[in-house]
């Protein structure tokens, strides 16, 4: 069963509030998002367009002939498949 918010919280309380929080990789949370479905998303790469089949964002993906991954969607999309952040109105992240 995936951590709530407050699962999180009362985790985090535990630790002192100047501790830097990373993935397992050592890898800091850049983008945090609240996806559909009131899911929170926590992401160590900054998003570079939004999906054309379900508007939420799309991350950098190294996947060969793949330019983003829709983690909303579960699939890896190619460039036509996406509309870059550079060309959207509002280009700011939340």
Known sequence: MPNTVKTLI???QNY?????????????????VNRQGNNVTLS????IG???????YVYKEDVLD????????????YSFEITPLSADKNTECN
């Open 44 to 47: 160590t790469k900054q998003p």
């Open 10 to 12: 009362e985790l985090l």
């Open 16 to 32: 002192p509030s100047t501790m830097e929080v990373t993935n397992e990789q050592n890898l800091s949370f850049i983008h945090i």
């Open 66 to 77: 793949y330019v983003g991954v829709c983690p909303t969607c579960d699939e890896n999309l």
């Open 50 to 56: 939004h999906c054309h089949s379900c508007s939420d």
